[in-house]
């Protein structure tokens, strides 16, 4: 169920999942769909971020990603969060199993 | 057990290759996502919040060793080397790639198990009794009449794209552990005055946003016209089921509107014209074809007594407190039923490793004639273990952190996975569950506490079947956050009741210590051999909502 | 010309019926009218003596989204030569139920036709249920609806087609 950011939130990124595997997935700044969080663009106001989603559902996305959409991040310091415990559990993996999921390849690398 | 003839075979194998195809023509591009979806449903695909999910049945919650193996397998081959066990005997993966499934389930239908219809708009796996065919007191084996509906609505033609999904249950016991009350369908196999086998039929019963206990359409329906009646429900509900809004789409939306009166009247007015033609009426023969797979296992005469589990008992205090739980009268003399606890303390409701499931298939080879069972409760059942060798399987079940002694305990919980895993879910069920588990650690705590469930959804969904959690908790998310309702006085049994919201919802800091405060109530109020929804029944929300909130 | 391919008892077939809007005149060309002008105009239409069919709609009647009930169609049975069933998405499944009253209640003989969303993985159940004509995108050939169409090689539960199901076949 994609969750739509708050139309007040000032940050957003773009996410969605793999068609292959399922993989959570982000939009980049060069136009391609990378696994990490850390690399994914980030919008700074509404208008900034229509345009990403946009940019991120060319005609042909659906042979790539299921259902892109847009969610609310934070600024961390020098970097970003995501805003919601959902997005934050889709960027790390289960926290029931932190052996599973992107943390776990963060940690095995 | 039911085996496969050729015509199961070919059919499954069929399956297969189709989805094999709608795979390719998703992939390719030819089939949009809006496409797909259904029908990678009614194969069990969901799209999870970190991957595919994949939910295999198992019809009944019925399985072999070598299928427990295949289970394990695909596990370790196709995933991350362990499975969740459902409330509706399946057992799902969490992490398969979208182009290997095809491939998996070729590697199911090996052992006659598949994926078919475990989602979408159709009827779902039938479940049934875990202690089915085991357990003394049943009219007939409820797995005949299951396993002849599981067939009858494969595939069906009518009944495949409903207004919502449509789950059928079966018990043939007057103890009801298959939550039939709380199914669309729910079925008790009971003999009447003349000694036939029948069935009592309930309509509507479900979870979700909208819980209802089913009503009771009929109170016996005649072996050979099950399907007739079935086919009219099911009828009724395709016309009139409400198809604009998915949360009144399911039936126990239909029968609520309409009124049982006349959900009955319009039941048995398409029952008589469907029954007319006799289409349904199951050959005495295919009844009988199918009833000898389910004949008892060769069961050895013994005595009602054993010495060593006796004396076993005696020495080992650890295994004492083990046959007290978990063990289970069986109808044959010097057999018992051994249920095995999913629900370690600190662990994943439901959980198994593929390892842990080679062990249980290579017990089930050995001691229980073959079989094992999943529980509704996300628990597993040896069905059939001689006496003599109930301390053999603890001690292989206590080596691999199987032998938990907490069955209807407070740790024996029932969550579904929730926020960790869940593209629905609002809020996390797991760890909450962990966090209770470890609060109430102590398992001479939990025998003082006594027969109480405790039920966890992360969202209104109810698949964690808060409702009808003697205590059920609910996560809601508040702007982000996890937030935790509370309900009391959930049955999901004979007695099945929906339980009432204690108040406002706590934090997730606080959930824990409101749910202590709520088993403290019970046990400073309770009288002598009350089971805590004995107390909740007599004294009511009040004295509970005043120690949560004042 | 129609936009859509007519597939009917599983061949390529030319169309010979027009569907006629409510207010549009009735010709002696083969109709297909809504089930609202049929019971409106059911004695004139007893006069006519070209071919009549009807249209039954699921689709945007009320909150409950129902549709049109099959069963308000027995009155008339014996007059029509051609059901067309809308299936407003592939997703609402009500006409399968629709299809097999016509043919298995009211024993219609005629021809049931499958209109609106009518899918390739939808095509064999709609064939069972009893609905022997298909409007298919132009661009389906014929193979891929037979294709389809034998995607499972058997059932296990009888409808309104010969196949008697897998319960009542095995040791016949």
Redesign the interface.
């Known amino acids: 169920m994609a969750q739509h950011a708050a139309k007040r939130a000032r940050f957003q990124a773009v996410t969605a999942n793999r068609l292959s595997d399922g993989e959570v997935v982000y939009f980049s700044p060069d136009n391609r769909w990378v696994e990490a969080f850390a690399m994914a663009e980030v919008a700074d106001g509404a208008e900034a971020a229509e345009t990403l989603l946009a940019r991120a559902m060319p005609a042909d996305f659906e042979a790539h990603v299921l259902e892109p959409y847009l969610f609310e991040v934070l600024e961390d310091g020098q970097a970003y969060k995501p805003a919601s415990v959902r997005e934050t559990i889709r960027a790390a993996g289960p926290t029931v199993r932190l052996d599973l999921g992107k943390q776990a390849e963060a940690k095995a690398e | 057990m039911y085996r496969y003839d050729e015509f199961d075979h070919k059919l499954v194998a069929d399956r297969v290759n189709q989805f094999r195809g709608q795979v390719e023509r998703r992939v390719s591009g030819a089939l949009s996502e809006d496409q797909f979806k259904p029908l990678r449903l009614m194969n069990g695909v969901y799209l999870q919040l970190h991957a595919y999910m994949l939910r295999v049945a198992i019809p009944y919650g019925t399985l072999r060793s070598e299928q427990m193996r295949m289970l394990a397998h695909i596990a370790r081959k196709y995933d991350r080397g362990y499975g969740h066990f459902t409330t509706r005997q399946n057992i799902q993966y969490n992490w398969p790639a979208l182009d290997e499934i095809p491939d998996l389930l070729d590697e199911l239908a090996c052992v006659e198990m598949h994926a078919i219809q475990t989602s979408g708009n159709c009827i779902r796996n039938v479940t049934s009794d875990q202690y089915a065919g085991a357990i003394e007191g049943e009219a007939e084996d409820p797995r005949i009449v299951s396993e002849i509906i599981r067939q009858w609505s494969t595939f069906h033609p009518e009944f495949t794209y409903l207004p919502r999904k449509f789950k059928i249950a079966v018990t043939a016991h007057k103890n009801d552990r298959a939550a039939i009350k709380l199914h669309d369908i729910g079925i008790v196999v009971k003999q009447n005055d003349a000694g036939e086998i029948g069935y009592e039929v309930h309509v509507g019963g479900g979870q979700g946003r909208t819980p209802f206990v089913a009503k009771k359409m009929t109170d016996f329906v005649p072996k050979a016209k099950l399907l007739a009646y079935l086919e009219a429900v099911m009828r009724v509900y395709n016309m009139l089921g409400r198809r604009d809004n998915s949360y009144k789409a399911r039936i126990k939306i239909l029968v609520h509107e309409t009124g049982e009166e006349e959900m009955r009247r319009m039941v048995e007015e398409e029952f008589a014209k469907i029954d007319a033609s006799e289409m349904l009426t199951v050959p005495q023969e295919e009844i009988d074809r199918i009833s000898a797979y389910f004949a008892p296992p060769a069961f050895e005469t013994l005595p009602a007594d054993s010495q060593a589990f006796s004396q076993a008992q005696a020495d080992d205090a650890d295994f004492a407190r083990f046959v007290r739980a978990n063990v289970v009268a069986h109808k044959q003399d010097g057999y018992a039923i051994v249920n095995i606890s999913l629900k370690p303390i600190g662990g994943v409701p439901g959980d198994a490793t593929d390892a842990q499931m080679d062990v249980i298939a290579d017990l089930a080879e050995r001691f229980s004639h073959d079989e094992v069972r999943v529980t509704h409760e996300q628990n597993l059942v040896l069905p059939h273990v001689k006496l003599d060798d109930v301390k053999t399987v603890y001690d292989a079940l206590a080596a691999h952190e199987l032998a938990t002694a907490n069955l209807g305990l407070i740790s024996d919980q029932i969550a579904c996975p929730g926020l960790d895993y869940c593209n629905l879910a609002n809020a996390r069920s797991i760890p909450l569950a962990q966090e209770i588990s470890e609060r109430f650690s102590d398992l001479d705590r939990q025998y003082d506490i006594g027969e109480l469930k405790i039920k966890i959804s992360g969202c209104i969904n109810a698949c964690g079947h808060h409702h009808v959690g003697h205590i059920g908790i609910l996560g809601v998310d508040k702007k982000g956050t996890e937030f935790y309702q509370i309900s009391l006085g959930g049955a999901a049994d004979e007695n099945a009741a929906i339980g009432q919201i204690t108040g406002r919802a706590f934090t997730e800091e606080d959930i824990v210590d409101a749910i202590e405060t709520v088993v403290t109530t019970y046990t400073d109020l309770r009288a002598d051999g009350e089971r805590f929804i004995d107390t909740y029944n007599r004294v009511g929300m009040a004295p509970f909502k005043e120690r949560l909130y004042d | 010309m129609t936009d859509y391919h007519l597939v009917i008892d599983g061949a390529t077939a030319e169309e010979s019926w027009i569907y006629l809007d409510d207010d549009a005149a009735l010709s002696d060309a083969p109709s297909i009218i809504s089930l609202t002008r049929l019971k409106d105009q059911a004695y004139a239409l007893a006069e006519r003596s070209a071919p009549l069919g009807v249209i039954l709609r699921a689709d945007g009647l009320g909150?409950?989204?129902?549709g049109e009930?099959?069963r308000e169609l027995a009155p008339f049975i014996d007059r029509l030569a051609l059901i067309a069933i809308h299936f407003p998405a592939?997703?609402?499944?009500?006409g399968?139920?629709?299809a097999?009253?016509l043919r298995?209640?009211f024993n219609f003989t005629g021809q049931l036709r499958a209109t609106g969303d009518v899918?390739y993985?939808?095509w064999?159940?709609?064939n069972?249920?009893g609905i022997n004509a298909f409007e298919l995108a132009a661009d389906i050939d014929l193979a891929t609806f037979q294709t389809a169409l034998g995607?499972?090689?058997?059932?296990?539960?009888?409808?309104a087609d010969q196949n008697r199901g897998?319960?009542?076949a095995?040791?016949k």
């Open positions: 909150k409950t989204d129902l009930d099959v592939y997703r609402n499944g009500r399968y139920s629709a097999r009253v298995e209640e899918l993985d939808q064999a159940m709609m069972r249920c995607e499972l090689s058997g059932a296990y539960q009888p409808a897998a319960l009542w095995r040791g």
